[in-house]
């Protein structure tokens, strides 16, 4: 009782202080609503050196709070991207704020017209756990560019990572500028209910309603970064060599604790035995062995861990032919290591194939024609990422053009996210809106329209009362 009196008294004080910073960076953007360009750049060259600085901190965070998390991993897919985000932003973002032209109708001259991108205010990032330092960071880019303020919710599965970032923060930004609140889920549903002006969620679908609902109370608009289960096709004709060795990769990072994963593979019947052949060869190459190796990230706390487990339970007690690639037969009970693993004779009844699975478990499902794989797909709900491996370039413009996901690789897996030219956003369940390069500038600015006269007013012949040579002049060019 006395625990969870402390608890709660704990999670009361973090709203209290998060709603604090929430009112002192609304105050602070009301006295300063549009920072120069100079300005915004300057914030993302001392965001870059600061990042730099504390990478070796944020190495040995992440890896303390997954338990074990490569550090390559840590460096090629949270702080490099975060680099070249900030390095794309601040390279273009002067270009991006340059009032745009716009053309003016004959029936209103003379005047001008043009669009001014301002920032939005106080821009609310909800950060998930599997990448929680390139999902920090990228919105706040993105935000910054545009000019914003940011308050940054850090996952409570991460405090380690969270204490980093903090202090990182802390030591070039002003908490007006720009802060981070942690806190469970208390913490996280209050702070889905403040008046942002924007508000960007990454993490799962079920919990991206709550925050929407949360966030319609204030008319917030919304990027929901989600996620779903997206496929991976394999193609009649590629070299499986090649699928196999993208796919691996792709599904391998992190453990498989990527939104954008391959979650499931489409492929031709009667390559089914040999592309499970070559995936088993290329994760055995990869990671030789498991329990102890420092490049293989391990599932990232027991709650997780469980829920993978369960996955297979089910898998294996309706039918599922399990293949855990474990070169050397290592005993990984005591850890939270998950063994790359594909599901063969799967099938709609299995929790592996209704949840994204978010682990390193990877399902391979037959399909006679490329007709009946696009219709599997498209029966389902809309995926956060689509995977294409065959090199006819008419079946890749067929799967452009016919598809629907959030973003698309052909030929590749999850590397689409890394393009800092390319919106990057979710479609249907697996969210809406986009961030990243100039959508997210363009997402987190309000583009407002303004139209300009000066002495000389064109438009007096329209107004009352009506009637006279000029008004009919009007109606005969325009009414036509």
């Known amino acids: 009782m006395v625990a969870d009196i402390a608890y709660l008294q704990d999670q009361q004080q973090s709203i209290n202080r998060m709603q604090q910073l929430f ?96 920032p939005l205010g106080v821009v609310g990032i909800i950060v998930p756990w599997n990448y929680p330092l390139y999902l920090a960071i990228g919105p706040l880019v993105t935000a910054l560019a545009a000019g914003n303020r940011a308050l940054i919710k850090m996952s409570e599965s991460t405090p380690r990572t969270a204490e980093v970032l903090e202090r990182m923060l802390g030591s070039v930004f002003t908490e007006e500028q720009v802060a981070v609140v942690t ?29 929407m609902r949360a966030a319609a109370d204030n008319l917030t608009p919304v990027t929901l970064e989600l996620g779903g289960k997206s496929p991976a096709i394999v193609s009649q004709d590629v070299p499986l060599a090649d699928a196999a060795e993208r796919i691996a990769f792709g599904k391998a990072v992190n453990a498989g604790q990527t939104c954008v994963a391959p979650d499931y593979i489409l492929c031709p019947r009667d390559r089914v035995e040999p592309l499970a052949e070559a995936l088993q060869q290329r994760f055995a190459q990869m990671y030789p062995s498991l329990r102890d190796n420092p490049d293989y990230t391990q599932i990232v706390n027991p709650r997780q861990y469980l829920r993978l487990q369960g996955y297979l339970s089910d898998a294996n007690e309706k039918g599922a032919r399990i293949l855990p690639v474990n070169p050397a037969n290592e005993d990984l009970d005591g850890t939270r290591v998950i063994a790359p693993t594909l599901l063969l004779n799967v099938n709609d009844d299995m929790t592996v194939m209704q949840d994204e699975i978010f682990g390193p478990l990877l399902p391979i499902l037959p399909y006679d024609n490329l007709d009946a794989a696009l219709s599997y797909i498209a029966e389902r709900p809309r995926p956060l990422a689509l995977y294409y491996f065959g090199y006819d370039k008419a079946e890749q413009q067929r799967l452009m053009q016919q598809t629907h996901a959030g973003g698309m690789c052909i030929n590749d897996a999850v590397l689409h996210v890394a393009q800092d030219d390319m919106p990057f956003g979710g479609i249907g369940a697996s969210g809406m809106g986009h961030y990243h390069g100039h959508e997210g500038f363009l997402a987190m600015s309000k583009a407002k329209g303004v139209y ?28 036509r």
């Open 23 to 118: 009112s002192a960076q609304q105050a602070a953007f009301a006295k300063d609503p549009m920072p120069d360009a100079d300005t915004r750049v300057d914030q993302l060259k001392a965001l870059k050196q600061v990042l730099l600085n504390h990478q070796d901190a944020f190495i040995k965070a992440i890896n303390a709070d997954f338990g074990r998390r490569s550090a390559d991993e840590t460096r090629l897919a949270e702080i490099m991207p975060s680099l070249e985000a900030i390095h794309y932003a601040s390279k273009h973002l002067r270009r991006w704020m340059k009032p745009s032209r716009r053309k003016v109708g004959m029936a209103f001259q003379p005047a001008r017209a043009q669009v001014v991108y301002q």
């Open 183 to 211: 806190g469970e889920a208390e913490v996280g549903a209050a702070f889905s209910r403040l008046a942002f002006d924007h508000l960007l969620f990454t993490g799962a679908t079920s919990i991206g309603r709550h925050v």
């Open 452 to 479: 300009i006269k000066q002495r000389y007013n064109g438009a007096k012949p329209i107004y009352p009362p009506y009637g006279g040579t000029l008004l009919k002049l009007v109606y005969k060019l325009f009414l």
